[in-house]
């Protein structure tokens, strides 16, 4: 790995990764753009668990859902970059708001977040959450993603699954004006889940924020002002 490119003033230096005998083309390109990516970088310096921590800031920085006090539930957590967001615009550590969080593989303790370790499909999740909690949730976050298998359509789907798990449970533990944000793929959330979104929300949208790396198919749906009941 190394090697730089330079030379002229002001100019940024560019590290470049070596495909070695034992590293795949894809592994190289994936390394290559992690070393050279301004939010990995930035999440270092700034002390957060992963770039994806600037995809939640920039999209509550645009639509102000993560107000002190709330009590938030962050789906898919692990490594804890959105928890750790959460957790401090909600006001965790000045005892204000609550955050609860799960994910299928363990994580450092966030400051003042409630973390299980457990598959959120697991029959039992939903209830354990709800007791964590303690009461009605005011957002609910979900960074969730299937295990990718390289067929579009079959990882569409699979996506599609875990958004429309992640809705139910929404609905089921949202308070009157709650919010839902939850990853999907390019092309979004289509058919019956963003119907069922419409009847439950006030206003559905998909957003794209900057840190949500262009050439990728990545994409939000942020669904606001839950309807309840």
């Known amino acids: 790995m190394t090697s730089a490119r330079g030379g002229g003033r002001g100019r940024d230096l560019k590290v470049r990764v070596k495909a070695g005998k034992s590293r795949t ?7 290559d753009r992690q070393l050279n990516d301004p939010y990995v970088a930035r999440a270092k310096r700034e002390g957060f668990r992963s770039r994806a921590a600037y995809k939640l800031i920039e999209i509550d920085d645009k639509y102000r859902f993560l107000k002190p006090g709330c009590r938030v539930v962050d789906l898919g957590a692990a490594p804890g970059g959105w928890s750790q967001v959460a957790a401090q615009r909600v006001g965790v550590e000045a005892g204000r708001g609550r955050v609860v969080a799960i994910d299928l593989l363990d994580m450092d303790p966030v400051p003042g977040v409630e973390f299980l370790v457990l598959d959120f499909l697991d029959p039992d999740a939903p209830d354990r959450l709800k007791a964590m909690l303690g009461g009605p949730a005011d957002v609910v976050l979900s960074d969730m993603a ?9 990882d569409h789907l699979k996506i599609v699954g875990l958004v429309e798990a992640a809705a139910a449970f929404a609905a089921e533990v949202l308070a009157p004006g709650g919010v839902f944000l939850a990853k999907v793929l390019q092309g979004g959330t289509e058919g019956e889940l963003l119907a069922q979104l419409r009847r ?3 206003t559905v949208r998909h957003v794209k924020p900057p840190a949500s790396r262009a050439g990728s198919a990545e994409l939000y749906v942020l669904a606001t002002g839950f309807r309840g009941g």
Do not use: M, P, Q, V
């Open 146 to 154: 299937a295990n990718a298998t390289g067929h579009r359509k079959t």
């Open 25 to 31: 083309l894809s592994s190289k390109l994936w390394l």
């Open 200 to 202: 439950d929300f006030a």
